[in-house]
């Protein structure tokens, strides 16, 4: 059955950095464009991040240009998020997705994983 699996969130300090992972299984994972996106409490759900198939393509939401990158490795069916010079701001939890248009539209989700920025 189709699985993401995060890992690697936990509480920083602020000005610290994380790296959320993704491990994927149960569907092609080089057909699917991959993205990052978290939720504060209260709020709605956010694009973080996206990667295209081949990860030569990239896009950030604007609040997160140039602290954060993400990554992928298809050869382990995994997405990183490397995050840089964290905020308050930044807490929330971190949902990995994978998305792809093959004929249907298929959307996958993870389970999240807390990301707490707090002194």
């Known amino acids: 059955q189709v699985q993401l699996v995060e890992s690697g969130g936990g509480l920083v300090q602020p000005g610290g950095s994380l790296r959320l992972s993704c491990a994927a299984s149960?569907?092609?994972?080089?057909?699917?464009?991959m993205n990052w996106y978290r939720q504060a409490p209260g709020k709605e759900r956010e694009l973080v991040a996206s990667i295209w198939i081949t990860g030569a393509t990239t896009n950030y939401a604007d609040s997160v240009k140039g602290r954060f990158t993400i990554s992928r490795d298809n050869a382990q069916n995994t997405v990183y998020l490397q995050m840089s010079n964290l905020k308050p701001d930044d807490t929330a939890v971190y949902y990995c997705?994978?998305?792809?248009?093959?004929?249907?539209?298929?959307?996958?989700w993870g389970q999240g994983t807390q990301v707490t920025v707090s002194s």
């Open positions: 149960g569907f092609t994972f080089s057909r699917y464009t």
């Open positions: 997705n994978a998305h792809a248009q093959i004929g249907l539209v298929y959307d996958f």
